[in-house]
Each structure stands twice: as structure tokens, then as C-alpha cells.
């Protein structure tokens, strides 16, 4: 049944200044993922399974591609009530400045949701990487009578210091909030003494009864949820947690989007898009299917429109429209394809102007890479993995965390070696 009487915010992201150079021409939601997703559909696909048919998505960097993608994608006949919507920053009489941070955008935006008519407001980041079924949180947090609940995920002492912790009596209410705490803050923070995982890492998704997030952001400036909203409605409201165990990647950088892709080439991805009951959606692209001639594929995602000819392919990840050349080496590296096919006439245009068709021409070998959307990678091109604590700002590519990154519409010359 659909939950009416629920509305999905999502926020749209800041900068993305940890995931540069893919977020140099879009938006982090935009981001491609998996050969034809876009990270945007991941809780926008979520509240649909969950019944949750009316959805905000905020935006304000780089968003061109990303409200393309949105308006293209997710569209609804008039009978259902049901909605995608974005809200970009904008000028208004109250306010000439853009979102300062999460809570402040949604802030900015709570006049639009005055007249929403519902009782609980879901709020969800726009790149995470994760299957939730949103009508489970939402009824605990009825059940406990909540003003506030926060999904959770339990984690080890190792992985503790990078997220905000926070401490739960036995009836899971949340009692305490420390922000990535120091290994040594740790000790005493522990809601699950004895277990593996003792420690409840807050996932920055969160339900507010609607008249409480209208209370909590009225009532002071703070522009962020995690840092400022949460700690100071712990003080002064019933906050609950919502244990969530299902996988869940927060791709906040370049190393943690490189993984996540790759892990979807495994036998048993732990992320897996092949789910029926509970399916990712995205653009319809009417796309011929692919095509490989001679070639040795080992654990790898094949988007649809490909067209491949006597390469060896393991452990990657290739995206839509990808043309990649005859003896051609791909190894665990994340191709996310081209936005169109270039026509003859094209590609007699790229001989003139001497450089390399759209793809990945003949004789490469990449491995330990990144290949961004309409890359023109030349004949003989080499790019090797280097190490994990290397970072390079180059004129056509950018190392991360040792990953290779080449990004959207570059052009990589014949015989480069990276």
C-alpha cells in the first residue's frame, strides 16, 4: 500500500570535492554507477519500492544532467498523486544565498512543504549505495511513538572514528551523539557491549514527524543535520534508532566508488541489482544489446550498446555505448561508456583533427582505472595501477587514492602511458 501520508526529501549533495574529477561536470547524485545507473536512482528507486510516491530531490551544484535525468526517468500519470520533484536553490525575498549546508537546505525549502499533508518527513542523502525498505523504518518509529529516528548501522572499533556515534538505552532510544570520536573517546559509547560490531554508526538517514522538523529548524540556524539538528533533538525529543545489518556504502570518494563498481563484478556482489522483487530503476534507453566478437570476458558487468572486439576483460565494470578496440586489456577498471555513437562522418572529423574516436582504441591495457563518459583514449595507451597513497593533478587525468581517473571528454594521445 502507498504510504501517502509520507514525503521523501533527498538531498542532492554539496560539492563533491572528494569524488573530483567525476563530479567536475555534474552533480555527486549524477554520478554513473554499476554501467547504467546514476547514484540519484538508488533512493529515489528505494522510495518507490517502499510505497513512497512523493519525493523532493534538493539540488544546487552542477544539477543540469542530473534534473535531465530525473525529468526523463521518473514520471507519473495523474491519478496516482504521486511525484518527483526538484527543488534548486534559488533567490527568494527571505533569502539571496545559496544552501549552507543539509539542514539549512531543507530549511530554505519548508514553505513548499507546508501544505504537504503528511505526517512524516523521510530524509535521504543522494549517494548512498544501499537496499532499504523505508516501510519497515517508518513503522518502528510510529510503533516507539518517535520524534525523530535515525537509521543505524552497527560497526567495530576500527571503523568507528569515521562516522558519528551514538549510545542507546534498552529500549533503543538514542541518549547520547559524538561525532567521528577518537579511538580513545570510544570506550563507553558502546550499545551493544559484547558484540562484534558494539558500536550504532549513524547512516545520515532520518524520519521527523513533520511538525517536528518544522520545529527544530525553525528554532535555530544550524545549517547541519548530522552535526547540529540530531545532537541538539537528542537533548529535547524522543530520538529512536533503526538497526539496519543489509549492506550500505556511503561513495563518498574516488576509492569507495571504485570498490563499490567492482564489487558488483563478483559472484555474490554484496550489492546486487538483480533483485525482482525490489528492482533499481533508471532511464529507459533504448539501446541495441551488446556486442562482443573474440573476446575473453572474466567477472564483468556489461552494460547494453557495447560494442567490443578481441579484448580481455576481468574484473570491470563497462558501461553503456563503450567501444573498446581490438587487443585491448582491461583489468578491474570501471569504464562508464559514452553519451552517444559517433557517425562515420564523425570519426573522418576525429582523423583530421588527429585525434582518437570516442572509446578505447586498439592495444591498450588499463588496469587499477577510472574511464569517465565520452573519454577518447588513443591506440597503445598504458595505464597502470600506483600506489594506494599516490595523487596526481595531471592536465588529462587525475590520480586518487592510486586510482587513475580519466575524466569525462578527455582525450588520452596515441601510445600514453600513465
Not at 171 to 180: N, Q
Request: net charge neutral; aromatic share 8%; hydrophobic share 40%.
Amino acid at each position: 500500500m502507498a504510504m501517502r501520508d509520507v514525503l521523501a526529501i533527498i538531498l542532492g549533495g554539496g560539492r563533491g570535492t572528494r569524488l573530483y574529477p567525476l563530479t567536475k561536470l555534474r552533480a555527486k547524485p549524477a554520478v554513473p554507477i554499476g554501467g547504467k545507473y546514476r547514484l540519484i536512482d538508488i533512493p529515489i528507486s528505494n522510495c518507490l519500492n517502499s510505497g513512497i510516491h512523493k519525493i523532493h530531490v534538493l539540488t544546487q551544484f552542477l544539477s543540469a544532467s542530473l534534473h535531465r535525468h530525473i525529468y526523463q526517468t521518473y514520471k507519473f500519470d495523474m491519478f496516482s498523486g504521486g511525484f518527483v520533484n526538484i527543488l534548486a536553490a534559488e533567490e527568494t525575498p527571505s533569502g539571496m544565498d545559496w544552501y549552507q549546508g543539509t539542514a539549512d537546505a531543507v530549511r530554505k525549502q519548508l514553505p513548499r512543504f507546508a501544505h504537504a499533508r503528511v505526517d512524516d518527513i523521510l530524509i535521504l542523502s543522494g549517494d548512498h549505495l544501499y537496499r532499504m525498505d523505508y516501510a519497515q523504518f517508518i513503522a518502528l518509529h510510529r510503533e516507539q511513538r518517535a520524534d525523530v529516528t535515525i537509521a543505524v548501522q552497527p560497526v567495530g572499533r576500527a571503523d568507528a572514528p569515521r562516522f558519528g556515534i551514538l549510545k542507546t538505552d534498552a529500549e533503543g532510544r538514542i541518549t547520547a551523539f559524538h561525532e567521528k570520536p577518537s579511538p580513545d573517546e570510544l570506550d563507553g559509547l558502546e550499545s551493544r557491549p559484547g558484540d562484534e560490531r558494539p558500536y550504532l554508526a549513524s547512516m545520515g538517514i532520518y524520519v521527523f514527524r513533520a511538525d517536528v522538523l518544522r520545529e527544530v529548524l525553525t528554532a535555530s540556524d544550524a545549517e547541519d543535520f548530522g552535526r547540529q539538528i540530531i545532537p541538539a533533538a537528542i537533548e529535547s525529543h524522543r530520538v529512536y534508532a533503526y538497526p539496519f545489518t543489509g549492506y550500505w556504502e556511503d561513495i563518498g570518494t574516488i576509492r569507495a566508488f571504485y570498490e563499490a563498481n567492482l564489487a558488483l563484478t563478483l559472484p555474490n556482489p554484496p550489492f546486487d541489482f538483480y533483485e525482482p522483487q525490489r528492482p533499481i530503476y533508471t532511464r529507459p534507453r533504448f539501446l541495441p544489446s551488446s556486442r562482443a566478437d573474440g573476446c575473453t570476458l572474466t567477472r564483468t558487468v556489461l552494460a547494453e550498446g557495447c560494442l567490443i572486439r578481441q579484448a580481455e576483460i576481468r574484473e570491470s565494470v563497462v558501461g553503456l555505448r563503450s567501444v573498446i578496440g581490438p587487443d585491448v586489456r582491461l583489468v578491474r577498471a570501471v569504464v562508464m561508456g559514452a553519451d552517444f555513437y559517433e557517425t562515420p562522418e564523425r570519426k573522418v572529423e576525429n582523423r583530421r583533427l588527429g585525434r582518437p574516436d570516442v572509446g578505447i582504441g586498439a592495444g591498450c591495457a588499463i588496469e587499477g582505472a577510472i574511464i569517465d563518459k565520452n573519454a577518447r583514449i588513443g591506440a597503445g595507451v598504458i595505464i597502470r595501477p600506483h600506489p594506494p597513497d599516490e595523487n596526481v593533478d595531471a592536465e588529462q587525468y587525475v590520480i586518487r587514492d592510486g586510482i587513475v581517473v580519466i575524466p569525462k571528454n578527455a582525450v588520452i594521445p596515441d601510445g600514453t602511458v600513465i
